[in-house]
């Protein structure tokens, strides 16, 4: 368990969040049976790709598993550099997660040292990355928060060189000179009779109280119950990345690739009680300031566990083992 997630271990004592099942219309969506995943992923390999948010749904889904072998010889888990692996290995099956939070080359990739402020990507470079995937039987991307927020800027060229020319096309643009490379290298390097592909749409965000007629200048802090609005849109979820993400996803179909758009940003954004708000570790040093306002520094970003997440695997679940 990731300590930004173990929202129980620093804290929280209201459990309510754990409770709520989402109901799709006209169907019911299967709880995962641990055993029958682990059949459906014998021998194969599962990489998550992306950010936090990917690792915040990927850790969920080891959750899930893992307690399902209880010989603790039969299970592990290896981590180098941007690569962490579970390994199930009476099953020979691999579920990773791989480090690329805004896909392509990126000032960002470090997974320990990335918090930059001047944000710089190669949209033409992905192998970098793209090689630690080559063989994934199930690929699950996402990339969304960090475009949000930062100017982007587009290097063409090396990070190594000294003649590097800096673009600023503006964030759209840039997503979308990303998704145009991404989807590339997966028309290229995909086995479309080995390969299913997943991208996750927006996670929401709920750092603004007042969308949801909550006090002004307040956030997800202290919040215990879901938003009951159905219609509710939370200004953060931006419905034009949306757009482009779903022209590359039909514009891959089209090529003949299995791949679906894994969508979960209206089921996530009626929940603003399930974040992990102050109840998680905080890698820097919280000040006297922030202390004395908890909503100061309320992650209203990442996801308790067990949580929202794991609706997001049943989701994938439901692929996998029926679709």
Known sequence: MDDGMACGKYGR??????????????????RINAVSLLEKLRNKRVVFVGDSLNRNQWVSMVCLIESSIPNATLKHVNSNDSLVTFEAIEYNAKIEFYWAPLLVESNCDNPSYHR??????????????????????????????????????VLRGTFESAEANYEEPGMLRAFEMTLKTWSDWLDIHVNRTKTRVFFVSMS??????????????QNCYNETEPI????????DSDVNMMKLVDAAVYDLRSKGLSIELLNITQLSEYRKDAHSSIYRKFWDALKDEQL???????????????????VWNQLLYMHLLYL
């Open 292 to 310: 004395s306002s908890p909503s100061s520094y309320a992650d209203c970003l990442h996801w308790c566990l067990p949580g929202v997440p794991d």
């Open 13 to 30: 004592k209201n459990v309510d969040f754990m409770l709520w099942k989402w109901q799709p219309h006209d169907c019911d969506l299967p």
């Open 204 to 217: 929401p965000t709920h750092s603004r109280a007042e969308e949801w007629g909550g006090q002004k200048g």
């Open 228 to 235: 009951k609005n159905p219609e509710y849109w939370g200004v």
């Open 116 to 153: 930059v402020e001047d944000r710089i990507v190669r949209v033409e470079s992905i192998e970098k990355h793209g090689r630690h995937w080559k063989d994934a039987d199930v690929l699950v991307f996402n990339s969304y928060i960090w475009w949000r927020f930062m100017k982007m800027k």
